[in-house]
Nanobody
């Protein structure tokens, strides 16, 4: 069992930055790939970014590529999402998730554990 707790969300103006954190506890964090997803009201859950268990591979949705950076610190059991140049369309609840798999990490069905989410609101 892995417990995930997100933090760092909030209200920011367009063009601003936020850094989300996801702290993990339970079974070995470093054996899981990690992902960030988001869901806006009335919309489906959307892949944002993912990182392999070692941190050597990262993946991004086209909509955030060049603006967001995913990273992890296995010594601290934490994964991060640095979000720069935020846009109003980035407004959503952001979730982190843990996966036993190494492929298809943009598919939410590949994830075993989920956090409770943190709200990100970008004002125009």
């Amino acid at each position: 069992q892995v417990q995930l707790v997100e933090s760092g969300g909030g209200l920011v103006q367009a063009g601003g930055s936020l850094r989300l954190s996801c702290a993990a506890s339970g079974r070995t964090f470093s054996s899981y790939a990690m992902g960030w997803f988001r869901q806006a009201p009335g919309k489906e859950r959307e892949f944002v970014a993912a990182i392999s268990w070692s941190g050597s591979s990262t993946y991004y949705a086209d909509s955030v590529k060049g603006r967001f950076t995913i990273s992890r610190d296995n010594a601290k059991n934490t994964v991060y999402l640095q979000m720069n140049s935020l846009k109003p369309e980035d407004t959503a609840v952001y979730y982190c998730a843990a996966s036993r798999y190494i492929d298809y990490l943009s598919n939410w069905r590949m994830y075993d554990y989920w956090g409770q989410g943190t709200q990100v609101t970008v004002s125009s």
